[in-house]
């Protein structure tokens, strides 16, 4: 009988799946490294950094440090999130890394840095995590949408995030997708490598500015082009500019305003059903 290898998501909360044995086993497997080291290359390469320039990163889902260590190599500093304590305790004693910081987080919780933080994000095979309810109380969508919310309001204007990930299906990308495009980012899907079943990595680049070409996919001939395109054809690229003008004071415009503030990570009121109500006169 043929074996099927459970993937780590389904095996429960990662906080738990990544105990001590787990995260040894993790840091210590070369051929893992080489390929985490690999993909966070790429993932630095998309966010599209000035050159020269140092930036300040947020690396999501950094466990053990392996994409980490790959900002320090390109020249930037950066800030590691985590959920696994095991993970991340490997990762502050690598001398390599003492440079950078460390946070113990759930990113379904959201992103705790100050707004306009970062230069720009990536995160290596983490982001997928946030389509699994591991208790009653945890919705995906919510979650997904909380976190993508944080994390616009604490990245500069005009910077990247790139998310590489493993969707199992077109149903877990657009829920990603959908969260990221209602929290205000622009942007799509680059898949390298789209015909090659071993080889094919699926990233996520999200920006935060205008909208803007998205950069293009690797294939087997060493050639580029553009492949933002699923199997039933549908162009994963999308656009938050809105075509009709928003009256001043209307319902739709308060909301605007309150989302605004919200991913600026300002306190800001519920909506209420009297929002953009117009007040009757008193005589």
Known sequence: MASFKVKPEHSGPPELYYNETEAAKYASNSHITAIQHEMAERALELLALPEGKQGFLLDVGCGTGMSSEVILDAGHLFVGVDVSKPMLQIARQDEDLESGD?????????????????????????????????ASNENPKKRLLFFFQSLY???????????????ENDQ????????????????????????????????????????????KALTEDGEEERTQIDNAGRRFVWNTRK?????KGSKAWIEAKRLRQQKQGRDVRHESKYSGRKRKAKF
């Open 102 to 134: 460390f946070v113990h987080q759930d990113m379904g919780l959201g992103m705790p840095f100050r707004p306009g933080s970062f230069d720009g994000a990536i995160s290596i095979s983490a982001i997928q995590w946030l389509c699994h309810a591991n």
């Open 153 to 167: 309001g604490c990245l500069g204007r005009g910077s990247r995030a790139v998310f590489q990930f493993y969707p």
């Open 172 to 215: 877990q990308c657009d829920l990603i997708m959908a969260a990221a495009h209602k929290a205000g980012f622009n942007g799509g899907l680059v898949v390298d490598f789209p015909e090659a079943a071993k080889k094919k990595k699926v990233y996520l680049v999200l920006m935060t500015g205008g909208v803007v070409q998205l950069p």
């Open 243 to 247: 075509t009709e003008k928003v009256v």
